[in-house]
Protein backbone atom coordinates (compact mmCIF):
# COMPACT_ATOMS: atom_id res chain seq x y z
CA UNK A 1 0.00 0.00 0.00
CA UNK A 2 1.05 3.42 -0.38
CA UNK A 3 3.21 5.10 2.75
CA UNK A 4 5.09 7.47 3.99
CA UNK A 5 8.05 7.00 5.70
CA UNK A 6 11.07 8.46 7.71
CA UNK A 7 14.93 8.11 6.97
CA UNK A 8 16.23 9.29 10.60
CA UNK A 9 14.43 7.66 13.67
CA UNK A 10 16.36 9.23 16.11
CA UNK A 11 18.40 12.85 15.53
CA UNK A 12 20.16 14.12 18.59
CA UNK A 13 21.21 17.86 18.15
CA UNK A 14 22.86 20.98 20.20
CA UNK A 15 20.75 23.91 21.15
CA UNK A 16 21.44 26.70 19.14
CA UNK A 17 21.90 23.87 16.21
CA UNK A 18 19.38 23.77 13.02
CA UNK A 19 17.93 20.34 12.87
CA UNK A 20 16.51 18.44 10.06
CA UNK A 21 14.13 15.91 9.73
CA UNK A 22 13.71 13.99 6.60
CA UNK A 23 11.03 11.60 5.42
CA UNK A 24 9.61 10.18 1.93
CA UNK A 25 6.83 9.18 0.83
CA UNK A 26 5.49 6.91 -2.14
CA UNK A 27 1.73 8.29 -2.91
CA UNK A 28 2.70 10.66 -5.68
CA UNK A 29 -1.07 11.30 -5.68
CA UNK A 30 -1.28 12.95 -2.43
CA UNK A 31 -1.70 16.57 -2.44
CA UNK A 32 -1.12 17.97 1.35
CA UNK A 33 1.81 17.04 2.98
CA UNK A 34 1.82 18.49 7.06
CA UNK A 35 4.42 17.86 9.90
CA UNK A 36 3.54 16.50 13.32
CA UNK A 37 5.16 17.45 16.68
CA UNK A 38 4.51 15.07 19.41
CA UNK A 39 4.97 15.28 23.21
CA UNK A 40 5.19 12.45 25.53
CA UNK A 41 1.57 11.35 26.23
CA UNK A 42 -0.24 14.28 23.98
CA UNK A 43 -1.97 14.55 20.71
CA UNK A 44 -0.04 15.22 17.30
CA UNK A 45 0.46 19.29 17.45
CA UNK A 46 0.52 20.99 13.60
CA UNK A 47 3.41 22.18 12.66
CA UNK A 48 3.51 23.50 9.06
CA UNK A 49 1.95 22.10 6.15
CA UNK A 50 2.43 22.39 2.57
CA UNK A 51 0.60 21.96 -0.49
CA UNK A 52 1.86 19.57 -3.48
CA UNK A 53 2.23 22.31 -6.22
CA UNK A 54 4.71 24.05 -3.85
CA UNK A 55 8.32 23.42 -3.08
CA UNK A 56 8.99 25.15 0.22
CA UNK A 57 7.41 26.87 2.58
CA UNK A 58 8.41 29.20 5.85
CA UNK A 59 7.01 29.43 9.18
CA UNK A 60 8.52 30.73 12.48
CA UNK A 61 11.80 29.09 12.99
CA UNK A 62 10.59 26.37 10.82
CA UNK A 63 11.08 25.37 7.09
CA UNK A 64 9.48 22.72 4.69
CA UNK A 65 10.80 21.54 1.77
CA UNK A 66 9.13 19.20 -0.65
CA UNK A 67 10.82 17.61 -3.66
CA UNK A 68 8.33 15.92 -5.90
CA UNK A 69 10.84 14.21 -7.81
CA UNK A 70 12.40 11.96 -5.68
CA UNK A 71 9.51 12.06 -3.43
CA UNK A 72 10.89 13.69 -0.41
CA UNK A 73 9.83 16.04 2.38
CA UNK A 74 12.18 17.51 4.90
CA UNK A 75 11.39 20.05 8.29
CA UNK A 76 13.93 22.06 8.81
CA UNK A 77 14.34 23.65 12.45
CA UNK A 78 16.31 27.13 12.63
CA UNK A 79 18.00 27.45 16.51
CA UNK A 80 16.48 24.40 17.48
CA UNK A 81 15.34 25.02 21.49
CA UNK A 82 15.15 22.18 24.17
CA UNK A 83 11.29 22.72 23.98
CA UNK A 84 11.69 21.50 20.59
CA UNK A 85 12.33 18.06 21.89
CA UNK A 86 9.81 15.25 20.66
CA UNK A 87 8.62 13.35 17.94
CA UNK A 88 7.96 14.60 14.33
CA UNK A 89 5.67 12.90 12.09
CA UNK A 90 5.17 13.79 8.67
CA UNK A 91 1.71 12.68 7.24
CA UNK A 92 0.52 12.75 3.99
CA UNK A 93 -3.31 13.74 3.61
CA UNK A 94 -5.39 12.20 0.71
CA UNK A 95 -9.17 11.92 0.54
CA UNK A 96 -10.05 12.34 3.95
CA UNK A 97 -7.40 11.00 5.79
CA UNK A 98 -3.76 11.49 7.04
CA UNK A 99 -1.83 8.68 6.69
CA UNK A 100 1.61 9.33 8.76
CA UNK A 101 5.32 7.89 8.29
CA UNK A 102 7.23 6.40 11.95
CA UNK A 103 8.05 9.30 13.66
CA UNK A 104 11.79 10.49 14.51
CA UNK A 105 12.59 11.33 17.72
CA UNK A 106 14.51 14.62 18.42
CA UNK A 107 16.65 14.97 21.08
CA UNK A 108 17.70 18.69 21.65
CA UNK A 109 21.20 18.44 24.40
CA UNK A 110 21.68 22.13 26.14
CA UNK B 1 -9.52 28.55 21.53
CA UNK B 2 -11.36 25.67 21.87
CA UNK B 3 -9.99 22.10 21.41
CA UNK B 4 -11.23 19.00 20.96
CA UNK B 5 -12.08 17.01 24.08
CA UNK B 6 -11.37 13.31 24.89
CA UNK B 7 -12.97 11.17 27.33
CA UNK B 8 -11.72 9.71 29.72
CA UNK B 9 -7.74 10.28 29.58
CA UNK B 10 -7.26 7.32 30.95
CA UNK B 11 -9.03 3.45 30.51
CA UNK B 12 -8.22 0.51 31.84
CA UNK B 13 -9.97 -2.40 31.33
CA UNK B 14 -9.51 -6.36 31.48
CA UNK B 15 -9.64 -8.66 28.16
CA UNK B 16 -12.89 -9.33 27.09
CA UNK B 17 -14.58 -6.35 28.53
CA UNK B 18 -16.24 -3.30 26.81
CA UNK B 19 -15.64 0.15 26.38
CA UNK B 20 -16.03 3.51 24.88
CA UNK B 21 -14.26 6.28 23.98
CA UNK B 22 -15.97 9.90 23.46
CA UNK B 23 -14.76 12.48 21.21
CA UNK B 24 -16.19 16.43 21.40
CA UNK B 25 -15.07 18.13 18.15
CA UNK B 26 -14.14 22.08 17.75
CA UNK B 27 -17.51 24.10 17.67
CA UNK B 28 -18.38 24.07 13.86
CA UNK B 29 -15.74 21.02 13.11
CA UNK B 30 -18.71 18.47 11.16
CA UNK B 31 -15.66 16.00 10.87
CA UNK B 32 -14.41 13.47 13.49
CA UNK B 33 -11.68 10.92 12.69
CA UNK B 34 -10.09 8.66 15.10
CA UNK B 35 -6.84 7.52 15.41
CA UNK B 36 -4.97 4.71 17.15
CA UNK B 37 -1.60 5.03 17.84
CA UNK B 38 0.40 1.72 19.59
CA UNK B 39 3.36 2.51 21.74
CA UNK B 40 6.72 3.59 19.51
CA UNK B 41 4.09 3.55 16.40
CA UNK B 42 2.98 6.24 14.40
CA UNK B 43 -1.17 7.17 14.22
CA UNK B 44 -3.18 4.31 12.34
CA UNK B 45 -6.67 5.91 11.12
CA UNK B 46 -9.50 3.97 11.81
CA UNK B 47 -12.62 5.49 10.65
CA UNK B 48 -14.21 9.14 10.20
CA UNK B 49 -17.45 10.63 10.11
CA UNK B 50 -18.76 13.22 8.00
CA UNK B 51 -22.06 14.94 8.70
CA UNK B 52 -22.69 11.87 11.03
CA UNK B 53 -22.31 9.62 8.53
CA UNK B 54 -19.49 7.53 8.05
CA UNK B 55 -17.07 8.91 5.08
CA UNK B 56 -14.31 7.10 5.29
CA UNK B 57 -13.06 3.36 7.38
CA UNK B 58 -9.38 2.16 7.82
CA UNK B 59 -7.74 -0.73 9.68
CA UNK B 60 -10.65 -0.33 12.34
CA UNK B 61 -11.21 -4.22 13.59
CA UNK B 62 -15.27 -5.62 13.76
CA UNK B 63 -14.60 -5.67 16.89
CA UNK B 64 -14.77 -1.93 17.00
CA UNK B 65 -17.81 0.40 16.18
CA UNK B 66 -18.00 3.96 16.19
CA UNK B 67 -20.41 7.05 15.51
CA UNK B 68 -21.34 10.42 15.42
CA UNK B 69 -24.61 11.99 16.71
CA UNK B 70 -27.06 15.14 16.01
CA UNK B 71 -24.32 17.15 18.43
CA UNK B 72 -21.31 16.37 16.22
CA UNK B 73 -19.72 14.26 19.51
CA UNK B 74 -18.45 10.85 18.15
CA UNK B 75 -18.15 7.31 20.05
CA UNK B 76 -15.82 4.74 19.66
CA UNK B 77 -17.04 1.57 21.02
CA UNK B 78 -14.81 -1.15 21.34
CA UNK B 79 -15.86 -4.60 22.35
CA UNK B 80 -14.13 -7.87 23.38
CA UNK B 81 -10.95 -5.78 24.27
CA UNK B 82 -7.27 -8.06 23.55
CA UNK B 83 -4.20 -6.86 25.50
CA UNK B 84 -3.32 -5.64 22.01
CA UNK B 85 -6.29 -2.94 22.06
CA UNK B 86 -4.13 -1.35 24.45
CA UNK B 87 -2.47 2.17 23.11
CA UNK B 88 -3.53 5.59 22.79
CA UNK B 89 -6.78 6.47 20.88
CA UNK B 90 -6.68 9.88 19.14
CA UNK B 91 -9.62 11.69 18.14
CA UNK B 92 -9.58 15.31 15.57
CA UNK B 93 -11.67 17.18 13.76
CA UNK B 94 -11.74 19.42 10.60
CA UNK B 95 -14.53 21.25 9.13
CA UNK B 96 -15.78 19.89 6.11
CA UNK B 97 -13.44 16.78 5.67
CA UNK B 98 -10.42 19.22 4.93
CA UNK B 99 -7.06 19.11 6.03
CA UNK B 100 -6.72 22.93 7.01
CA UNK B 101 -7.85 22.92 10.57
CA UNK B 102 -7.46 19.39 10.99
CA UNK B 103 -7.17 19.01 15.07
CA UNK B 104 -6.02 16.80 17.28
CA UNK B 105 -7.08 15.96 20.71
CA UNK B 106 -4.60 14.75 23.87
CA UNK B 107 -5.98 11.07 23.24
CA UNK B 108 -7.01 8.48 25.77
CA UNK B 109 -4.57 6.01 26.66
CA UNK B 110 -6.42 2.48 26.92
CA UNK B 111 -4.45 -0.54 28.70
CA UNK B 112 -5.83 -3.88 28.39
CA UNK B 113 -5.22 -6.50 31.35
Known amino acids: GESVGLHLPTLSVQEGDNSIINCAYS??????FIWYKQESGKGPQFIID?????DKRQGQRVTVLLNKTVKHLSLQIAATQPGDSAVYFC?????????FGEGTQLTVNP | AAGVIQSPRHLIKEKRETATLKCYPIPRHDTVYWYQQGPGQDPQFLISFYEKMQSDKGSIPDRFSAQQFSDYHSELNMSSLELGDSALYFC????????????FGSGTRLTVV
Open chain 2, 92 to 103: ASSPSQGARGYT
Open chain 1, 50 to 54: IRSNM
Open chain 1, 91 to 99: ADFSGSRLT
Open chain 1, 27 to 32: NSASDY
